[in-house]
């Protein structure tokens, strides 16, 4: 899933107010922003195979400490208990949590069976929503609408900033998807590695549209 986890994101602004687009987008990108990190170091392994699945040429070998259900949990308490002891803001924090947690069960959702329980374990989860093209696109488009909706009732721009790079955001994060759904595979594991990296430049574009952008209550 990719639009999918930036949906949550948006959709945690209400819940969570005080804590930045930026911080939201880090929570529920967190597991996809160490993989590429732990790729280049060739702790964990991915290969190329387009028609693994119908939605992506993927095929994830093995990505026990981003991606297993058991470290989800751990990188889940590790962020909201740093990110509590920075701001003391234990509601924000529990929220964050919970976002890097729901990347474990979209990945669920949408993957083959392919996501470990735990390091070293042999069982492998995954309901498969990537085998169909139509239901992934319908799944992710419903998710990133609603999770838009509910971030623009919940902020609004401070000045003209605050409005176009908030769009011009959302036209990447499409284009970026139907990219990726619709566009060539990868031509090589190292491009695909530093282009996963790129990611977190999609982390800092979240801090910057939060300092033009304002809770609507205030």
Same mark, same amino acid.
């Given at each position: 899933?990719?639009?999918?986890?930036?949906? /949550?994101?948006?959709?945690?602004?209400?819940?969570?107010?005080?804590?930045?687009? =930026?911080?939201?987008?880090?929570?529920?990108?967190?597991?996809?922003?160490?993989?590429?990190?732990?790729?280049?170091?060739?702790?964990?392994?991915?290969?190329?195979? $387009?028609?693994?699945?119908?939605?992506? $040429?993927?095929?994830? /070998?093995? #990505? $026990?400490?981003?991606?297993?259900?058991?470290?989800?949990?751990?990188?889940?308490?590790?962020?909201?208990?740093?990110?509590?002891?920075?701001?003391? @803001? +234990? +509601?924000?924090?529990? /929220?964050?949590?919970?976002?890097?947690?729901?990347?474990?069960?979209? @990945?669920?959702?949408?993957? %083959?069976? @392919?996501?470990?329980?735990?390091?070293? =374990?042999?069982?492998?989860?995954?309901?498969?929503?990537?085998?169909?093209?139509?239901? &992934?696109?319908?799944?992710?488009?419903?998710?990133?609408?609603? =999770?838009?909706?509910?971030?623009?009732?919940? &902020? %609004?721009?401070?000045? +003209?900033?605050? &409005?176009?790079?908030?769009?011009?955001?959302?036209?990447?994060?499409?284009?970026?998807?139907?990219?990726?759904?619709?566009?060539?595979?990868?031509? @090589?594991? %190292?491009?695909?590695?530093? &282009?996963?990296?790129? =990611?977190?430049?999609?982390?800092?574009?979240? #801090?910057?549209?939060? +300092?033009?952008?304002?809770? %609507?209550?205030?």
């Amino acid at each position: 899933m990719f639009i999918g986890h930036f949906a /949550v994101a948006f959709a945690a602004k209400p819940v969570a107010p005080g804590a930045s687009l =930026g911080t939201l987008f880090l929570a529920a990108q967190f597991l996809d922003g160490l993989w590429p990190v732990l790729l280049l170091l060739g702790i964990e392994r991915v290969e190329i195979h $387009p028609g693994d699945t119908a939605f992506t $040429p993927l095929n994830f /070998v093995h #990505y $026990p400490i981003s991606h297993s259900l058991a470290m989800t949990l751990l990188w889940a308490a590790l962020f909201a208990l740093g990110y509590a002891w920075l701001t003391k @803001d +234990r +509601r924000a924090a529990l /929220v964050a949590a919970v976002l890097v947690a729901s990347h474990w069960l979209l @990945d669920w959702l949408t993957h %083959r069976p @392919d996501l470990p329980l735990y390091p070293g =374990g042999s069982e492998r989860l995954g309901l498969g929503l990537w085998n169909s093209v139509a239901g &992934t696109l319908v799944v992710e488009s419903l998710m990133f609408a609603a =999770g838009i909706a509910m971030y623009l009732r919940a &902020t %609004r721009a401070r000045d +003209r900033t605050g &409005t176009i790079i908030f769009w011009v955001l959302i036209a990447f994060l499409i284009m970026a998807y139907l990219g990726a759904a619709f566009g060539p595979p990868p031509p @090589d594991l %190292r491009a695909l590695e530093w &282009t996963a990296l790129s =990611g977190w430049l999609l982390v800092a574009w979240g #801090y910057w549209i939060d +300092r033009h952008r304002q809770p %609507r209550n205030q």
